[in-house]
């Protein structure tokens, strides 16, 4: 299935949309926060959209759909706990408990 085609099965599909800005990061009081707490450039949003009505009870679903989605793994940035750089989904996989 190529990147962007809706999927079959009534499974989420989910895009990832890279310039969306989230400008309450950049605001001067909470820089100034994140530098204090020694968490500035160590934290980011992305944004992903998806097309179908989100159901509480289907939360569980949902979250596994999205990590799993071939357009949330290749873009999704993770900072590596041992390298402290950013690193994408795809190579950090790792199986999450959920309960």
């Known amino acids: 299935m190529a990147a962007g085609e809706p999927r079959d099965g009534g499974g989420y599909y989910f895009r990832f949309l890279p310039h969306r800005t989230f400008s309450s990061l950049s605001a ?6 994140l530098r204090q707490w020694s968490m500035l450039g160590r934290i980011q949003a992305q944004a992903f959209s998806f097309d179908q009505t989100f159901q ?30 950013w690193t994408t989904l795809g190579l950090c996989w790792c199986v999450l408990p959920f309960t």
């Open 56 to 85: 509480p009870y289907q939360k569980d679903d949902f979250v596994m759909a999205f990590f799993k989605d071939p357009n949330v793994i290749p873009n999704l940035q993770l900072l590596s706990d041992s390298s402290g750089q």
């Open 28 to 33: 001067r009081e909470i820089t100034s926060r």
